[in-house]
């Protein structure tokens, strides 16, 4: 009877023998997505940052160079042009004007009867138009639901489980996200609210995937009380690969749809849910699972005799 | 774990049966809909105004403007107050939220204080001694001081977008948009959400226009091009439809209140054949028209919108009726426009737009589509994987992701919920979490097995042992999706919605549904093997 593993079963993968790689390569990854994070910075959406986004359908295919100079002529500042889709719906993206939220009101109908003339027949199919008060409360109701998820999952695994699995999944979850920001510096993806529940989404995925691990890590401690840390973890991970593996795959499937034709909003959201899985998955074996072998070394093996010579001396 | 009792049985398959009943109005048409009962018929998701098309709006209230109104009130009532008191000053002055005044006398203090408090306004009357005094009145040397007080400014903060909630609910019943919503958020601003509507500029326009309309004299001694206007009186421009004068000198006295009308409609003038909007005043407003009419025949009376003169025709007789004539230069629509704004009152304060999100109806048909071919292609693929994988017990995986959807459409058609874009972007990410529970169970069962075990004692310790996991799995991502929910706005609460929905009843379909599948299939067969 034909099945699909996605690795053989009784895989013996001696994991922690990359403990050092995969935590320097984790560790320089989110330094850089730092460093891009400050410079140069987000692409912030105008949830955030305020503006204005006019969706536009024209009936033939769109002149770009002509429009561009069109809207660049009504002296609104910086306008920025996009196709997707198709090469007749074209994307306006206009900064924050100065003044006060209403000026963005009169920005928006501005631009929408200058289409109106210049191309006759346009369709504006979406405006968005964001002032400045309203962003900043935006950009600060996202953050703050991100501390607190942050906070919510660390209370969650420290009371679940001892504190070094707790201390393990957050440091693990802190270098997820910043590689998730990176990524958003790196592409020049708006980061919107839409942004924010893609990140909330993988932090959520990635934790999932940590308890997983732990829960067969925790479970083997009681089986094996000989066996040395390094050896259980590499079997705990072994032993839930094919499940790992396996629910990566189904949410990496039920998402590559929304990657492909998700229209403007969501495919970038799909995109970095893709990556966000794959980060996620990774981390729980090269990331979550070495700190907690540096950390619970001595203390979740108490009493247990140490056979490996290669592992630090344990104190009895 | 694997034994199911007979009225369980039932209730499962019941629970299945009647989300499916309750999802299903959202698949009929509209002729199979108007046929059915309307409370069964009304059983659908809502879909956000990024599916159906349509114009959100978020308005702020001119808090500043309506402080400002209540100090000048209280500076032209201590004007009064001390005339009747008997009390001189040499400068009344409103500061920001206070009115200063300089006594001639300091020694008629009492007096002015006595006067003053006379101006207090009871505020949060809820008790029967009619709450606290809205003013503080404080005394240094010849120097009174009229302060309005903390809770006064946020009982006037209060009455104000309360005020103007209904004042635009009664403008947007105007323009005859289907099923607005219209609520408070926060303390000074106001959600509108407009189905359907693909250029809200009218919308704005009508919202953006205070309509306070007020009839006064005009000050015939006094020449509007010099600049200067006498004590009393104020130069006003005239509006831009108006004709002749740019500007004129108009009394400040209000002598009729537009507060007082009662209808207003626009119509053509039958003999110029130009736009005109007809008015009529109640009771009290027609008598007091009726008065000022008898004592000014002669003289220029002005109608003042929103501090522009829209026209100051001579009174040629007294107009007894309480019912008159705007003529200014309009056209159809303005002349409508000023109609609906006269009908539905004046606001408070000036409203702005401080956001706007519109889409066009046939963007939200595009994203319905590929929404739904995306849900569709999701889940095949998904299906396919887990057949592969699991064989039989796979697809008793697929069957609960399958009634996974139902249900949590059925769970959004009975709360009516709202289905946004990321909403819709919540259940293809369902697919991939629900899955997750049976591939947790069947892994273990594989494991079992391979240990040894029997099928039986497989099974059992395969869902029991996974059990814990899923719970935890399912709850982080919960908590996740609360936080969303209280912090994001718009359409993407719609995401937390789907996913939570999703999350909670894959709880039942993933673990419950599929077990229950499983058993009556090994009862049937009595197999010596598993398939996974």
Known sequence: MFRLRLVPDNTKIPFMNGRYAGLITSAFLSIASLI??????????????????????????????????????????????????????VLIRLERQPGDDAAQQVAADKVRATLATAVPGTQVRRVEAVGASVSGELFANGMMALGLAMLAMLLYIWFRFEWQFGLGAVVTLLLDITKIVGFYAVTGLQFNLVAVAAILTIMGYSINDKVVVYDRMRENLRIYKKMPLRDLIDLSINETLNRTLGTSMCTFLSVIPLALFGGEALQDFGIVLLLGVFIATTSSIFIAAPILLFLGENRLRRGAPDVQPTNAPTTP | MLYFSRWKIYMIVATCVAGFIVMLPNFLGRETLASLPSWYANSRVALGLDLRGGSHLLLEVDMATVIRDRVEGLVDGARQQLRTANVGYTAITAGDRAVTVQLRDAAQTDDAVKALRGLSNPVGGVTMAGGQPDIAVSVNGPTVTVALSEVALRDRATQAIEQSIEIVRRRIDETGVN???????????????????????????????????????????????????????EILPSSEGGRGQTSYVIRKKVEVDGATLKNATASTNSQSGEWVVNFEFNSAGANRFAEITKANVGRPFAIVLDNKVISAPVIREPITGGRGQISGNFSAASANDLAVLLRAGALPAPLKVIEERTVGPDLGADSIR????????????????????????????????????????????????????PGIAGVLLTLGLAVDANILINERIREETKKGRGVFASMEAGFSRAYSTIVDSNLTTAIKMALLFIFGTGTIKGFAVTITFGILISMFTATVLVRLMMVTWLRQTRPTALPV
């Open chain 1, 36 to 89: 891009l994070f400050f410079h140069p910075g987000l692409n912030y959406g105008i949830d955030f940052r305020g503006g204005i986004v006019i969706e536009a359908r024209t009936p033939q295919a769109t002149d770009f160079a002509s429009l561009r100079h069109t809207l660049t002529g009504l002296g609104m500042g910086q306008v920025a042009l996009q196709e997707f889709g198709s090469n007749q719906d």
């Open chain 2, 370 to 421: 590929s929404g739904l071919t995306a849900v569709a292609v999701g889940f095949v693929m998904v299906c396919v994987y887990m057949i592969a994988s699991y064989g039989l017990f796979g697809a008793f995986a697929c069957f609960a992701l399958l009634i996974n959807i139902v249900l949590t459409l059925a769970a959004l058609s009975l709360l009516h919920a709202t289905l946004t874009l």
């Open chain 2, 179 to 233: 099923e607005p919503t219209i609520a408070r958020q926060g303390t000074d601003r106001i959600l509108v959400q407009l189905p359907g509507v693909e250029d809200p500029d009218r919308v704005k326009r009508l919202l953006g226009t205070t309509a306070k309309m007020t009839f006064r004299l005009v000050d015939s001694s006094a020449d509007p091009s010099t600049g200067r206007a006498p004590p009393g009186s």
